[in-house]
């Protein structure tokens, strides 16, 4: 039994990896590319998920689960870096190579939640990879705890879901002695980038934005209790809260009639609560 854990313009360039020829990055992986420069050697982009599994394993079975995932799934074997027109996203060999699972013993939950900590804080190298790793923590011969991490630029909650999906999938094959059968083509990474940059942004759009963010740099007047660093800490936390019922299908509904997304909505409404807090029309977010 497997539970959720908790935890802390199209161009072609050449690069000098060992996979295929580079495609560039979208939009938004371009911008979080440029944030991930600003904390080189931190782990704040990581997006790890742990699950508890209970039952006699079969490692060899997961092992070749994780090289299958990896080779089905380009993203998690795709390495970034600069080219000669800007980042660039290269796919590397094949996932029999670069699927590798990392095993450990562990003799106590407490030693369990150090070497979590440290694999999840563990940065990568987006140059040179991997940028997905899989860890198995032994408690006993019938209790493990298995890591997922990748960086955010390849991935996102809703990847790690997919990732999880296909692993299991597979080590059930695999643990039968068959091979696995894959659900459906991969909308891999590097395509849906190309598809993005051959559709190029509108003259109209970037006077739009430049003419909305010129001059927006003022810092938000909220009155709290601790001061706002020079430099981020990332030293944050998370509060969890439920929402009441029928909220989240009245906001859906809402974004749907605005053509939106839930996401659009919801920073709306924190734009609204901060200007009613701090009287500021204009703030960047």
């Known amino acids: 039994m497997m539970t959720p854990l908790p935890v802390t313009p199209e161009r072609k360039q050449k690069d000098q990896g060992t996979g295929t020829p580079g495609t560039p990055l ?41 090289r ?3 080779e089905r799934h380009h993203a998690l074997r795709t390495i970034i870096k600069e080219g000669t027109g800007g980042p660039i996203q290269t796919v ?10 990392r095993v450990q ?39 493990h705890v298995l890591l ?12 790690l879901g997919i990732i999880f999906q296909d692993l299991s999938v597979a080590y059930a094959a695999y643990a039968a002695g068959r091979s696995p059968e894959a659900a459906g083509a991969v909308r891999q990474v590097s395509e849906f980038a190309s598809r993005s940059r051959s559709k190029p942004v509108s003259p109209e759009t970037i006077r739009f934005w430049k003419a909305n963010l010129q001059g927006n740099t003022a810092d938000l007047d909220l009155t ?26 009245a906001l859906q509904e809402l974004a749907r009639k605005n053509r939106s997304s839930l996401y659009m909505v919801s920073l709306a409404a924190l734009q609204a609560l901060l200007f009613r807090y701090t009287g500021q029309e204009k703030f960047a977010l």
């Open 26 to 66: 979208t939009h938004a992986q371009e911008s979080l590319y440029f944030l991930q420069q600003l904390t080189k050697g931190q782990s704040v982009y990581n997006m790890p998920q742990a699950f508890r599994l209970r039952g006699k394993l079969d490692l060899d079975a997961l092992t070749n689960a994780v």
């Open 68 to 70: 299958w995932l990896v």
């Open 92 to 101: 590397q060999g094949d996932g029999a190579e670069l699927g590798c699972l």
């Open 105 to 143: 013993e562990v003799a106590s939950e407490k030693l369990l939640r150090e070497e979590l900590g440290i694999a999840v804080s563990e940065p990568f190298d987006l140059e040179n990879g991997p940028i997905f790793r899989v860890d198995l923590f032994r408690l006993s011969p019938v209790e």
């Open 148 to 159: 997922l991490n990748l960086h955010h630029l390849v991935g996102d909650m809703s990847s």
């Open 224 to 249: 709290v209790d601790r001061f706002r660093p020079k430099y981020p800490s990332f030293k944050g936390a998370v509060y969890y809260f439920d929402l009441p019922d029928g909220l989240p299908s």
